[in-house]
Every structure is written in structure tokens, then in C-alpha cells.
């Protein structure tokens, strides 16, 4: 069983603060994603990986910044969290190729104060 | 890039009925259309997948068609029951190894 899992379910932080979401998948996978998913805005994806110390923007990064040192770890950065940058946040994984099931953790509730 | 429309926002029907979620692409290069499940509180899952050689794909209660030349795909759920209550993500891939678009949601209520 593909496990994707996300260091906190729920988070608070101030306005200002340097916050951190941690996500890590335990099936070898080379590509990960980030999404933050809003009601009536669908997922929308942020930043993505296909491989070690990789990255690539996806549809929203700006505000956001990522970082995958290990193959199994993506770390979302928040520099300075904003008001509006209180969301879900969906972290997932795929193997590579064109055509293979896309896993998502069980996502982390950030509020900004 | 891609762009995927998803249509209704939200659903009710009576239990027992079929409920239909559309969709619509617009890279004509996208080959790949999951759909996926998320009850309240939990992660989106995966329920069915259809590519584009293939023109429908059906597993129990649940069925997926692709028109290639529309540009449009649909989820078909029949016999509808309350577990089915969920929000529903339909979703595209371009060529090669691009990220899966998704379009915006559909919320399914079904009343027993």
C-alpha cells in the first residue's frame, strides 16, 4: 500500500512566520506535487518535483517556495505567511511515466492569523 | 496549457438514481482522465481512469466516457447510494510526464 504522509493535520501560524510542510512517500516515487485546495477553486497545483533536487512552478507559487534533498521528502516553505495563504494543503505522489495512479497525503489544514 | 472545466459544481439526487459529472479539455494532447473521490476530511482517491484510446470504461456502479473529438469526458454513477456522497474531481494529463490538471469539483449529495 502506497503511503503518503504529512507532518501536521493541523497548523496555526501568525502572519510574518517561516512555516513548513513536510510530506513524505514510501514507495520510491520520483515525482511529487503540492496543491492547496481552496472550496469552489478546485486543487490547484503549486510547486512540483520529478526528481531529486528538482523542481518545477506549478499554477500558484508565488509566496511558496519547495525543497526535495531525499527522494522520498518535499517540504513546502511558506517565507512569510500571509492571511491568504490559509488553505488545504494536499501533498502527492506518482511514479514516473506518463500513466500511473497519483497518491495524496491526507492533507494539512494551515490557518494564518 | 490545459484547462479543464467540470460541470455541475454540486449535485443532489435521490438515492437510487444516476447521477452524470462532465467535463471538458482543451489540450489535444491530453491522454490520460482520472477521477477521484473525496468524502469530507479525507484525501482525494482515486475511483476510476480512462485513456484515450478508449472510448469507455465501466467498473461496478460506476462508468467512464471520453469523446476525444469534443474534448469532453463524463463519470457516470448509477444506482446511486449515500456513501456516493462526496466531492468528485475530474482531471487531464498532457503528453510525457506533465502534472494531472483538475478542474474545479463537483459536489454529489444523495438523499435516501
Known amino acids: 500500500d502506497v503511503k503518503v504522509t504529512q507532518s501536521s493535520r493541523y497548523l496555526v501560524k501568525r502572519t510574518g512566520e517561516k512555516v513548513f510542510l513536510e510530506c513524505v512517500q514510501d514507495m520510491d516515487h520520483e515525482n511529487m506535487f503540492w496543491y492547496r485546495q481552496d472550496p469552489g477553486l478546485g486543487l490547484r497545483l503549486i510547486y512540483f518535483?520529478?526528481?531529486?533536487?528538482?523542481?518545477e512552478k506549478g499554477d500558484i507559487p508565488e509566496g511558496y517556495s519547495v525543497s526535495r534533498e531525499k527522494k522520498e521528502r518535499f517540504s513546502l516553505i511558506l517565507e512569510s505567511a500571509s492571511t491568504n495563504q490559509t488553505s488545504m494543503y494536499l501533498c502527492?505522489?506518482?511514479?514516473?511515466?506518463?500513466?500511473?495512479?497519483?497518491?495524496f497525503g491526507p492533507g494539512t489544514r494551515l490557518t494564518v492569523l | 496549457g490545459e484547462n479543464v472545466e467540470q460541470h455541475p459544481s454540486t449535485l443532489s439526487v435521490q438515492e437510487g438514481d444516476s447521477a452524470v459529472i462532465k467535463c471538458t479539455y482543451s489540450d489535444s494532447a491530453s491522454n490520460y482522465f482520472p477521477w477521484y473521490k473525496q468524502e469530507l476530511g479525507k484525501r482525494p482517491q482515486l475511483i476510476i481512469d480512462i485513456r484515450s484510446n478508449v472510448g469507455e470504461k465501466k467498473d461496478q456502479r460506476i462508468a467512464v466516457t471520453l469523446n476525444k473529438t469534443a474534448k469532453h469526458f463524463s463519470l457516470h454513477i448509477t444506482e446511486t447510494q449515500p456513501e456516493d456522497s462526496a466531492v468528485y474531481f475530474c482531471?487531464?494529463?498532457?503528453?510525457?510526464?506533465?502534472?494531472?490538471?483538475f478542474g474545479k469539483g463537483t459536489r454529489l449529495s444523495v438523499i435516501a
Open positions: 502527492a505522489s506518482r511514479s514516473g511515466g506518463a500513466i500511473n495512479e497519483q497518491f
Open positions: 482531471a487531464a494529463r498532457g503528453g510525457g510526464n506533465t502534472p494531472l490538471v
Open positions: 518535483s520529478y526528481d531529486v533536487k528538482m523542481k
